[in-house]
């Protein structure tokens, strides 16, 4: 039995493997969720690693309900948090405060790999709101290397 199929267990799980991480590939990437509710008994913070291919992104989007650190593992990120545009390299991190627009992408040649925190864990809906075909938004990568 997973610790996911036996709720006693889930509460107890300390310690998560990347073998026990919940896959999923989403538009942007394949995402390896490892602190949620069905994986741990989380109450503040959500943790997925996410593995991005070359020239792909995460368009602008923000989490209206919810604050989030994107820390780089692999790779490098072109990461803008509102306006303001930053190449990110493994060890370095955005801070993205609740209802931030941003948007994360690769546009680059090699993966990129980085966890997202996100609390808190609980919040109300919407998760996620897509801001890429709003203005300035839809416009403001005009001009940067191309990626979908």
């Known amino acids: 039995?997973?610790?996911?199929?036996?709720?006693?267990?889930?509460?107890?799980?300390r310690f998560v493997t990347a073998a026990e991480a919940v896959r999923f590939q989403s538009p942007w990437t394949?995402?390896?969720w490892?602190?949620?509710?069905?994986?741990?008994?989380?109450?503040?913070?959500l943790?997925?690693?996410a593995n991005m291919d070359p020239f792909r992104s995460h368009p602008f989007h923000n989490h209206p309900t919810r604050e989030e650190l994107i820390f780089i593992?692999?790779?490098q990120a072109e990461q803008w948090v509102g306006k303001e545009r930053?190449?990110?390299k493994p060890g370095e991190m955005a801070f993205?405060?609740?209802?931030?627009?941003?948007?994360?992408?690769?546009?680059?040649?090699?993966?990129?790999?980085?966890?997202a925190i996100l609390s808190p864990a609980?919040?109300?809906?919407?998760?996620?709101?897509?801001?890429?075909?709003?203005e300035p938004w839809a416009s403001l990568r005009k001009g940067f290397p191309a990626v979908s």
Not at 1 to 13: F, I, T, V, Y
């Open 1 to 13: 039995m997973e610790p996911s199929d036996n709720p006693s267990a889930l509460s107890l799980r």
């Open 30 to 32: 394949l995402e390896e």
């Open 34 to 45: 490892m602190c949620r509710a069905d994986v741990v008994n989380n109450e503040h913070l």
């Open 47 to 49: 943790l997925v690693r």
């Open 73 to 75: 593992i692999a790779g």
């Open 86 to 88: 930053r190449i990110l």
């Open 96 to 115: 993205i405060p609740m209802g931030e627009v941003h948007g994360t992408y690769n546009p680059f040649p090699e993966k990129l790999v980085f966890l």
């Open 122 to 134: 609980n919040a109300v809906e919407p998760g996620i709101v897509d801001k890429s075909t709003e």
